[in-house]
Structure formats: structure tokens, C-alpha cells
T-cell receptor, first 113, second 113 residues
């Protein structure tokens, strides 16, 4: 299995509070991604990174920001959490674009009350 | 951007039967089409993928077919077993900088014995 660690694994927070999720990889892969998974919606891309300090928006980026200061770490921040951001968040990595597969972390279950 | 449609959303089969899941995509530049399996409470895991220069690929009981003209691809599982029960996701991506995997909404496959 690819060396991907997401933290925390579970979090409950209140509406309006900031939340940061962390993804750490030991594979030295250039590309990292954040997806959210919700029933009936599958996996939707939030943000992705194609190198240190290089990031771009995905399908559902509103309300989220990301940072990548090191190859191994990709942070997802909810500046002011809302109930609609209750979800399971998956980090993924890939070696390259094109034909390179994604490998997923174990996910973070976030509940916003 | 890319849009991936997946059908059916649920599929129930008897053990030993075949199962077929179909996906269509919108971006003619897409050339990488992976399939992921997600068991309950687990992360999505790659089961098979196909590149656009190949029409069909097999791996034991699993096969994927691709029709680039019609922009659709399918997953075929033969001799289904109860352990095949899971959610299956198709995805598509173009081999271009700044692109990421876009997923279908998933198919819940139930195999009854």
C-alpha cells in the first residue's frame, strides 16, 4: 500500500470554526489531491497540487483552501466550517498525470454540528 | 471540464452471474480510464485501468472495454462472488498538465449467494 497518512481520522467540530486536515505521503509523489465523498455524489475533487506551492481548484473548491509547503504534506483548510461540509475526505497521490493511477489514503470523517 | 456519468447506481446479481457497469465521459481529450472498488468503510482501491490506445483489457474475472468514438467504457465482472459486493467507481482523465481524475457517482454492486 502507498504510504499515505491522513490525520485526524475522525473529527467533530462546530459550525463557524476553522478546521485543517492533513495528508502526509512517504512516496515522494509530485501530485496530491483532496476529494470529498458524499452519498449519491461519489468522489468529488476539491483541490489538487502538482508540486510544492503549486495548487489548483477542483469541482467543489468553494469554502476550502489548500497549502503545500513540502512535497510530503498537503493541507486542506475549512476556514469557517458549515454543516454542508460534513463529509468523508480522501487524500490521494499520483506519480504523474496521464496514465498514472491514484492511491488513496484511509480518509477523514468530518462532522460539522 | 470533464463530466463522467455512471450507470446503474445499484446492481444486484446472483452469485455466478455476470455484472456490467457502464460509464460515459464528455472530454474527448481524456485518455486514461481507471476503475476503483470501495468496500464499506474502506478507501477506494484501483482494480483495473485502460489507456486510450487499447480497446479491451482483462485481469482474471474482470475486464474493461473502451469505445473512444462513442466516449464510453464499461467494467465487466464474470462469475461474481459475494466478495465482489462493493461500490465501484469509474473515472476519466486527460494526459495534460493541470488535469485530475474525475469520478462517476458510483455503482453499488450486491452479489447474493
Amino acid at each position: 500500500d502507498a504510504g499515505i497518512t491522513q490525520s485526524p481520522r475522525h473529527k467533530v467540530t462546530e459550525t463557524g470554526t476553522p478546521v485543517t486536515l492533513r495528508c502526509h505521503q512517504t512516496e515522494n509523489h509530485r501530485y496530491m489531491y483532496w476529494y470529498r465523498q458524499d452519498p449519491g455524489h461519489g468522489l468529488r475533487l476539491i483541490h489538487y497540487s502538482y508540486g510544492v506551492k503549486d495548487t489548483d481548484k477542483g469541482e467543489v473548491s468553494d469554502g476550502y483552501s489548500v497549502s503545500r509547503s513540502k512535497t510530503e504534506d498537503f493541507l486542506l483548510t475549512l476556514e469557517s466550517a458549515t454543516s454542508s461540509q460534513t463529509s468523508v475526505y480522501f487524500c490521494a497521490i499520483s506519480e504523474a498525470v496521464g496514465n498514472s493511477p491514484l492511491h488513496f489514503g484511509n480518509g477523514t470523517r468530518l462532522t460539522v454540528t | 471540464g470533464e463530466n463522467v456519468e455512471q450507470h446503474p447506481s445499484t446492481l444486484s446479481v446472483q452469485e455466478g452471474d455476470s455484472a456490467v457497469i457502464k460509464c460515459t465521459y464528455s472530454d474527448s481529450a481524456s485518455n486514461y480510464f481507471p476503475w476503483y472498488k470501495q468496500e464499506l468503510g474502506k478507501r477506494p482501491q484501483l482494480i483495473i485501468d485502460i489507456r486510450s490506445n487499447v480497446g479491451e483489457k482483462k485481469d482474471q474475472r474482470i475486464a474493461v472495454t473502451l469505445n473512444k468514438t462513442a466516449k464510453h467504457f464499461s467494467l465487466h465482472i464474470t462469475e461474481t462472488q459475494p466478495e465482489d459486493s462493493a461500490v465501484y467507481f469509474c473515472a476519466a482523465r486527460a494526459n495534460q498538465a493541470g488535469t485530475a481524475l474525475i469520478f462517476g457517482k458510483g455503482t453499488t454492486l450486491s452479489v447474493s449467494s
